[in-house]
């Protein structure tokens, strides 16, 4: 009676287990795959910087500490 019991619940954690893979685990490993560390040279060869506007830096004056 036990033993079909402790079976009945494997197989039940074994089943919500593969249910959670297939609903929420696929897309989560998807994200990582897609934003992985290893993806980055690819990354970098596709960006295009011509497409930025990059702005001079502006100098500010200092201004005095008020004590």
Aim: aromatic share 8%; glycine share 8%.
């Amino acid at each position: 009676m036990i033993k079909e019991s402790l079976l009945g619940l494997v197989a039940l954690v074994g089943i919500a287990i593969a249910g959670l893979w297939f609903t929420v685990g696929r897309g989560l490993y998807g994200v990582y795959r897609a934003t992985a560390p290893q993806t980055s040279p690819d990354d970098y060869a596709q960006q295009d910087d011509s497409r930025i506007d990059i702005r001079p830096l502006q100098v500010s004056e200092a201004q005095p500490n008020n004590l």
